[in-house]
């Protein structure tokens, strides 16, 4: 397995752009997660599915943010318009919960630059 | 807001010198997990322990949980160059909430 696929690897955009972040996760793996980090916050939860519907959306800093799983092998993060601000990794992780470990599984993140 | 936090925020070690970093956690847990960042790179999944388990290994690594204390520590033994990443905690099982994180040096 290719292990959860993202897309771009990096990603330099203007103020008040739409910027897109895809994701494929691994296949048969019914969670998916997607994450911001930053030096000053950290590893965040920004919003998590459950066999392609958003269960918990709370960690979406605006509206400016959102989500998307039209199918259960593919994920959109939309930031619309984008600020400097929003510069960060953004990461997409899958699982499988009822496994052994109960273990996410991580892409490789997308760098974001906001100008 | 994080639940684990670990401690230190830093560590540096020698190559061979075994690392112990801390997790403390606010509310009850069922299981607590430990993750590895490289530099650039995504995290990896370490070990979990649930929260009827006092300790567990795997390979060069120890995990003990104390949830009287809730606290939960990882000691890596016998450190190698290629242990030089983040390591973070994060406890629930389905909406991880991670720590800051504790950045290992080893030092050839």
């Known amino acids: 397995d290719a292990g959860v696929i993202q897309s771009p690897r990096h990603e330099v955009t203007e103020m008040g752009q739409e910027v897109t972040l895809r994701c494929k996760p691994i296949?048969?793996?019914?969670?998916l997660f997607w994450y911001r980090q930053t030096m000053m916050r950290g590893l965040e939860l920004l919003i998590y599915?459950?066999?392609?519907?958003?269960?918990?959306d709370s960690g979406m800093p605006e509206d400016r943010f959102s989500a998307k799983m039209p199918n259960a092998s593919f994920s959109t993060l939309k930031i619309q318009p984008s600020e400097p601000r929003d510069s960060a990794v953004y990461f997409c992780?899958?699982?499988?919960?009822?496994?052994?470990?109960?273990?996410?599984?991580f892409g490789p993140g997308t760098r974001l630059t906001v100008l | 807001s994080q639940q684990g936090e670990e401690d230190p925020q830093a560590l540096s070690i020698q190559e061979g010198e075994n690392a112990t970093m801390n997790c403390s956690y606010k509310t009850s847990i069922n299981n607590l997990q430990w993750y590895r960042q490289n530099s650039g790179r995504g995290l990896v999944h370490l070990i979990l322990i649930r929260s009827n388990e006092r300790e567990k290994h795997s390979g060069r690594l120890r995990v003990t949980l104390d949830t009287s204390k809730k606290s939960s520590s990882l000691l890596i033994t016998a450190s190698r160059a290629a242990d030089t990443a983040s390591y973070f905690c994060a406890t629930d099982d389905y909406k991880l909430s991670f720590g800051a994180g504790t950045t290992v040096t080893v030092r050839a």
């Open positions: 296949s048969g793996h019914d969670y």
């Open positions: 599915f459950n066999n392609n519907v958003p269960i918990d």
């Open positions: 992780a899958s699982s499988l919960p009822g496994t052994s470990d109960n273990e996410q599984f």
